[in-house]
């Protein structure tokens, strides 16, 4: 050690000499400060100009501490008494405390004079490098120990002619064996190869470099970060080396979670997009096909809403194993979010290779799953679009299957379809209506029309539905049949629904102050709408804004608003029934379970759908059911009315079979608010 003092000492300094984070002095054996790196400037508040030559007592000593460390220097220079490390508060130029871990280290020169060196650490820099995972075991006991990083201090051959090791555990080989010994003979190869690369590079280009390996150390597999100085003026080099993995393994997490799914492990919606791009690319060099089959679980959500998220998560982590076991080794499975799964075929010779995969991707659904003792029997519906004939990107082919996998539910689940031209009108039509119905509300686009509902008795107007119009500018007019469904799937379905209910009750309050008559107002209501937690709120402002009693408003209500079976429907609807306000079973007769719904909800009317009105003069079974229903209604308290009477006929039939109320073109088509104010009916013949 001895014999390498000098360079040592150099080597040191240079060390310190560019680093604020650590405070590094030096003193004789009169305790004169002989070194002072910036760090102490920074901690200290001396300048090295101010310190150099002064006795450390007078810089940064408390004064009740001076004696104890004048007699400890004078110990361990006479006695050889070591200053141990330890926690003190020192003071800085201005008289502040300054709390530090400090350690201390005595060399002899090559004047045979004992020089100390001690290491300050401001202890709120300690802890914050503690939180990098940086300073682990004990604070510093000497230079060297200042950090668990490894000091090699080598030829520019790679020969280590002095080591110091802060955590020996990070040592490849034991320590006896490092001294004299080369790099080359120390290390793997692999790893040997970037230190006397990274060497000559040093060398040559006299700038400190970094770079990292890892090591298959006994505790496993380590990652570290070697940082290379060369002391031009000995011909050596500095190499400091640290610990990093557990930086390392936090960014395999980080990777791992930005890339996987965090339940299924599978690749995520990110991941599986990229994986596709790259396979595009590598199916444009072979001129092969590619297949994305979009996949979703068949009523999934009514199995998660049912029997709770945890065995829906449980469903989903074996529906994932599944798709594994049923696809190739070169194709992807990965998950989009939720129930939705996309699988990505590569390298097709034809299209037959699609169909076997997904005829195999339903039949590993048909094996029941056994969840918590539960024995399930779920299936999927899959779409699928093919590369090059649907699409050249990434985000084309996926909506292309994903609109299959739509049709493949119309055609009645557990089955695969495949995108076709058809579609693909129909997607980009979809597509144009969604962008433009974007902000129609706000471009003041919708007008509401309303349809007059009349007495079957007696022929006059008793009130009206609120039906939306939508005039778009580059669309023209657009049905509801088409805008609403996609404003129901987008949302804006909300904003707009609350844009119907106050045109609807602004007008009924003008109407029956111009007629000076109450009539009602019937106004529909989405599934998406009943999610929005200040509905019923702002049902109650609307009527006291325009002085509506609650039962002059009625909700027409679809049998699909209530087979979704969620808690805040039926609140919703419970607390529209105590406001007051009327509710009335919409489309009866075309649903599954209607009647279950009229005893478990508290309706005030049936609406019979038109497709029963439009045959009861002609077809006696339709006759006969809308009689039973009727009969049926009145004998649980329910007004009926029938909507789509077109033609004399039918209304002297419905009110031959006791229905209360009607609609229809046989009236009067949807109209305008004004025309409904001047509205006049005359008795047709």
Known sequence: MLVHQAATRDAVHQLFDSVDAISVQGYDEERRVTYWNIGSELLYGYTKEEALGRPIEELIIPNHMRDLVISAHKNWLNQGIGILASEITLCNKSGKDINVFSSHVLFIDENNKHEMYCIDINLADVRQAQDQAVFKDKMLKAVFEATPDLFFLMEEDGTIIDYHAGNKNNLHISPKNLIGKTIASLLPENVTRKFQSQITKVINQEVALSFEYYLNMPHGTAYFEARLIHLQAYEQVVVIVRDITEQHKSAETIRQQAYFDTLTLLPNRFLSLDRLSQMLEEAKRSTEKTAVLFLDIDDFKKVNDSLGHEVGDKLLVEAANRLRRAVRKSDTVGRL????????????????????????????????FQIDGRELILTLSIGISIYPENGTCSSDLLRCADTAMYQAKSLGRNTYSFFTKEMNEIMQRRFEIEEQLNNALERNEFEVYYQPKFDVKNEIIVGAEALLRWHSPTLGNVTPDEFIPIAEHTGSIVPIGKYVVKQALEFLNDWQNIHQRDYTMAVNLSPRQFRDKELIKFIKKSLSDTSIKPDRLEFEITEGVLMIGNSYIDDALDELHKLGVKLSMDDFGTGYS??????????????????????????????????????????????????G?????????????????????????????????????????
Do not use: W
């Open 594 to 643: 209607s009647l279950s719904y009229l005893r478990q909800y508290s309706f005030d009317i049936l609406k019979i759908d038109r497709s029963f009105i439009n045959g009861i003069t002609s077809n006696k079974e339709d006759c006969d059911l809308v009689k039973a229903t009727i009969a049926m209604a009145h004998s649980l308290d329910l007004l009926v009315i029938a909507e």
């Open 337 to 368: 979010g939720g129930d939705e799964f996309i699988v990505l075929l590569r390298a097709l010779k034809d299209n037959t290779i699609a169909i076997d995969v997904s005829e195999n991707l339903l039949k590993v659904f048909r094996e029941p």
């Open 645 to 685: 009477v077109e033609t004399g006929e039918q209304l002297a039939l419905l009110d031959k079979l006791g229905c209360d109320l009607v609609q229809g073109y046989y009236f009067s088509k949807p109209i305008p608010a004004k025309e409904l104010i001047d509205f006049q009916y005359t008795t047709k013949c």
